[in-house]
């Protein structure tokens, strides 16, 4: 895997919420499984950064929804996860799983 | 938070976002917004809505796509974030840079700011009083007409200038003005809901609202029947409808009295409709027919008519004022050559304050010239430290245009927070300002506010001042070689030159500048203490005049002068009161003057009879004011009305009628009926101002003419402070007649004062403008100095190495920092020459080229220059030569 293809801390976050919500990933609930699973108040504009880059990597991809009422008439932007985004996230639960083993914290 | 707070963020938000994802994130917002509203309320969603949009513009920002990572396309997001990104760095960049340098900043953002304060205070203050005083629509197009009588010696004047027949004259007369209005003005009585005011008063010909421009705020104007017929029906100004009658809407259709007499209040003036400060309008009662044709106490109000200019207007008065000649001028001699005059009713008004507004005008745009040198300068010498520095950034890789933009983002930063503080320091001073005219008694409705347009020019001002500022510096810094300044060994003096020449010339139009104003100041300050020098001629400290005018319709004409006595009398005999006395006018404001008749002079024509200011006053009135007699006795308690008519002249009378003879024992006939005996002669005062010197003045009693006059004066002389009697002389009045107000009032020294308020102003604003000069003068001569010592301190630290002693290097720093300033100095001089001419009308004893205060503000000047090169001087000399040797390495 070269260089550019590393997932940092945030974006391994940000993917695993999107994985966790499914059909139902979107700015709202990503941020929101993010500060009920980790406890971190993320800002809206430090997702889509994340959403945004990943997309870029090919990692996830988006669609537009329905515009709704709540929403001041401004429609949602899904997201799911693309089959490289699952082997991305893999691909570091094996390396973190790989230098985890065998080590003791005292 | 309200609505529009919200959609503050949210634009704030939607800004940074990329174009793509902003619907998205914005709706995310909105609905996250929504869901906690609903749980915990407004107030925490609003404060969860700001921190996210706080939060989010950083990561926004640095969303590159990697689709469209053209950053060379100014149209793609990528490029629009780079740029912002850049910018934010260049702005996180300055943060830090100026942090560093407190003083530094802290000296750029004070000059700037003081700069812009006082150009705000004086362009709010010019454009609210003489510019822009009346609320009127097309300022332009109202005017006043005003004449002038030569051959009884009256100039020019649009106060009580006309008579009726003249009105008659110009409203049928003249076809290139419109809506010709005129009003006779007097004081008047008004009850209204058992409140009794005295308002100074307008007497209307014509219906003056249309002429201004403006309609009633409440109820209504006159009526086309009510002018005609003279109805009792009356108007009140905005300010005393607000301030004494608390703006109640229900005495619109009240009955009120005025003079005692029913009349109906049918309506309220528009704010800062204020003709020559008349708070009650009323129709003119008698028709103008009725007057004679010389009976000259009314003004005139007109617009111009459609297509016409006031060159138009003046053309055709002339006309008029020629063919009335013609036709009256055998039996009215005053009409022999006589004019009138169109003139802008601004300018009717503000003529007087003109002279200071553009003086303060002019000496504020020295001040904003003189920030900009000094910020110039003092961002040359940064500009110069930063060398290396810049030349190291270069070397790694920043492009040129990233450096001057830094350094344009620098002085860009500097000039706005010195623009923010100027305008806040502005604000302060326009309403210090606004707080002291109120007491100057400036006869101006006018108001001083910080208005858009001053605003706007501020923030030009600093905008422009930070980018010219910025500009020099940032392309000296790039144009220079960059391996040159990384190898010089002495840092930074190769190239030095260039900037060193141009901070001196600046520190010469400094100099040159400050000069200029600190004459102008002196010149000022100068004739201020020889005006405060003037002796008044009496004791014109501790003496409390007020004024009261007795209704004609309650107060018979026998019962006036009792009720004075009576009055100045009782005054008299109040605690704290030495002296109590009635006058129909007083120094500084003698203003009734009328001819009269020497016995034994040959009686010439009519219109050469001899004119004097004629004052009635009580036989106390020399001893209350400490009036010396000169010769025989001042007016008796004994000179009644059956007695034979005494009258007493002053000095400048007796000079002026009886030159080498005794004026005792010789009988006037004023007003050209009565004859009066002279038996007195009293010493001068100035009687019309302390500038102007003492006029021929002709006392009688009122004892004798007891009948004449319903409004006077009256002065207490009191032992200690004189508003100290205030309460006992008010308690006085309301025994005597519980109705009856008293106004004007105020001491004799404020009086004084008042008649000199627009030479306090100029002469107060042109020192402090002065001294701001020479501090920034000091600031730019001390930089200058200190910045040449340290780009030397290597050839000084040899030089002191080599035997030079430090007297030596001392003189070798203070002559070469002192050059610039002479230089300066011999141009300011000049300019400091013409200042004199432009400043004429407001010297006084003082010539336009004053050799002493020439002298003293060229010595100040000089010693606060050899201070501010000394001090750096000094370091040079006590250099230790092996650290100077050391330095830049």
């Known amino acids: 895997m070269s260089r550019g293809e590393h997932l940092g801390e945030f974006e391994q976050i940000v993917l695993l919420a999107v994985a966790r919500l499914g059909r139902d990933g979107y700015g709202v609930t990503v941020r929101q499984e993010i500060q009920e699973r980790t406890g971190r108040a993320v800002a809206v504009g430090a997702v889509y950064a994340t959403l945004d880059r990943l997309e870029g990597k090919g990692l996830v991809a988006s669609f537009e929804g329905q515009p709704t009422s709540e929403r001041g008439g401004r429609a949602r932007r899904h997201f799911h996860l693309l089959p490289a985004g699952a082997r991305a996230l893999d691909a570091s639960r094996r390396m973190l799983a790989a230098m985890w083993d065998g080590v003791e914290l005292a | ?889």
Request: net charge positive; proline share 6%.
């Open chain 2, 1 to 889: 938070m309200s609505r529009p707070g919200r959609a503050a963020w949210l634009w704030l938000v939607a800004w940074a976002a990329p174009r793509r994802l902003r619907a998205a994130i914005l709706g995310d917002l909105e609905e996250e917004w929504r869901q906690r509203a609903e749980r915990l309320g407004h107030a925490t969603a609003d404060a969860w809505l700001r921190g996210q949009a706080l939060r989010s513009l950083r990561p926004l920002l640095s969303i590159r796509s990697a689709r469209t990572a053209d950053t060379r396309h100014p149209s793609s997001p990528a490029r629009r974030t780079a740029v912002m990104g850049n910018f934010l760095q260049d702005l996180r960049f300055t943060g830090r840079l100026l942090g560093r340098a407190p003083a530094f900043v802290l000296l750029v953002v004070l000059t700037i700011g003081l700069g812009i304060a006082a150009n705000t205070v004086v362009f709010s203050v010019v454009d609210g009083v003489v510019l822009n005083p009346f609320p009127f629509p097309e300022p332009d197009r109202l005017v006043g007409v005003g004449s002038a009588y030569p051959r009884i010696g009256e100039e020019l004047g649009f106060w009580e200038n006309l008579s009726p027949a003249e009105f008659v004259d110009v409203r049928d007369g003249a076809r290139t003005l419109e809506r010709v209005v005129a009003w006779d003005m007097g004081h008047r009585q008004v009850s209204v809901e058992g409140r009794s005011e005295n308002l100074f008063s307008a007497f209307w010909w014509g219906d003056a609202f249309p002429t201004l421009g403006v309609t009633p705020v409440e109820g209504r104007g006159f009526s086309a029947v009510e002018l005609e017929e003279g109805a009792r029906v009356a108007i009140l100004s905005h300010r005393v409808w607000t301030e004494r009658f608390g703006a109640d809407p229900s005495l619109v259709g009240a009955p009120i009295h005025v003079n005692g007499e029913p009349y109906t209040l049918v309506g309220v003036m528009p704010r800062r409709t204020l003709i020559y400060g008349t708070d009650l309008w009323l129709p003119m009662p008698i028709a103008p027919e009725a007057y004679a044709r010389d009976r000259r106490q009314f003004q005139l109000l007109a617009r111009l008519a459609p297509g016409a200019t006031l060159q138009d207007v003046n053309a055709e008065l002339d006309v008029l004022a020629r063919r009335v000649e013609g036709l009256h001028g055998p039996e009215i001699p005053s009409y022999e050559g006589w004019a009138m005059r169109a003139m802008t009713w601004t300018d009717v008004n503000v003529r007087t304050m003109r002279l200071a507004a553009f003086i303060l005008l002019g000496a504020v745009g020295f001040v904003l010239l003189l920030v900009c040198t000094n910020v110039a300068g003092l961002l040359l010498g940064r500009a110069a430290g930063r060398r290396r520095e810049l030349a190291v950034r270069m070397a790694l890789g920043a492009g040129r245009g990233r450096i001057v933009r830094q350094l344009l983002t620098e002085s860009v930063a500097l000039a706005v927070i010195g623009g923010v503080v100027g305008v806040g320091l502005g604000w302060v001073g326009v309403g210090a300002v606004t707080a002291a005219m109120s007491t100057m008694a400036i006869p101006i409705p006018g108001e001083v506010s910080m208005s858009g347009r001053v605003l706007a020019f501020s923030a030009l001002v600093a905008l422009g001042a930070g980018l010219l500022f910025g500009i020099l510096p940032a392309l000296q810094a790039v144009r220079s070689d960059v391996r040159g300044t990384l190898q010089a060994e002495g840092a930074t003096h190769t190239g030095s030159r260039g900037r060193l020449r141009v901070q001196r010339l600046l520190v010469a139009v400094e100099v040159a500048v400050a000069l200029v104003l600190l004459t102008g100041g002196g010149l000022l300050i100068h004739s201020f203490l020889r005006v405060r020098a003037v002796d008044p001629g009496f004791r014109a400290e501790n003496v409390l005049t007020m004024r009261l005018t007795l209704a004609r319709e309650r107060y018979p004409a026998e019962r006036m002068e009792p009720f004075f006595r009576e009055l100045a009398d009782r005054v008299a005999q109040l605690p704290g009161v030495s002296g109590s006395a009635v006058a129909s006018q007083l120094p500084p404001n003698v203003f009734t003057r009328q001819t009269f008749q020497v016995e034994g002079m040959a009686p010439r024509s009519q219109e050469d009879l001899p004119s004097a200011f004629t004052t009635i006053a009580s036989p106390d009135y020399f001893e209350t004011l400490g009036i010396p007699l000169v010769r025989g006795r001042t007016l008796a308690r004994s000179d009644v009305e059956d007695g034979p008519p005494v009258a007493v002249v002053n000095q400048a009378a007796a000079d002026r009628w009886f030159p080498g003879v005794d004026p005792v024992g010789r009988r006037l006939a004023v007003g050209g009926e009565q004859w009066f005996e002279v038996v007195g002669v009293v010493g001068n005062t100035r009687n019309t101002g302390a500038e102007a010197a003492p006029a021929p003045e002709i006392f009688a009693s009122t004892r004798q003419l007891p009948r004449s006059w319903n409004q006077l004066f009256l002065l207490v002389r009191t032992r200690g402070a004189p508003y100290g009697v205030l309460g006992g002389v008010r308690d006085v009045v309301r025994s005597l007649d519980p109705e009856q107000p008293v106004y004007a009032i105020r001491t004799i020294e404020e009086a004084y004062a008042e008649s000199q308020a627009q030479r306090r102003v100029a002469t107060t604003a042109l020192t402090l403008f002065g001294g701001f000069a020479l501090l920034l003068a000091a600031l730019g001569i001390y930089a200058v100095a200190s910045q040449a010592v340290a780009q030397r301190t290597r050839e000084i630290g040899l030089r002191v190495a080599l035997g030079a002693r430090r007297g030596q290097v001392l003189r070798l720093v203070v002559r070469q920092s002192l050059l610039p300033v002479l230089l300066g100095g011999l141009a300011g001089v000049a300019g400091a020459l013409m200042v004199g001419s432009f400043l004429r009308g407001l010297l006084f004893e003082v010539g336009s080229v004053d050799g002493p205060t020439l002298g003293t503000v060229v010595l100040l000047l000089a010693g606060v220059a050899f201070l501010a090169c000394w001090i750096p001087a000094r370091r040079a000399a006590r250099l230790d030569p092996m650290t100077a040797l050391e330095a830049g390495r």
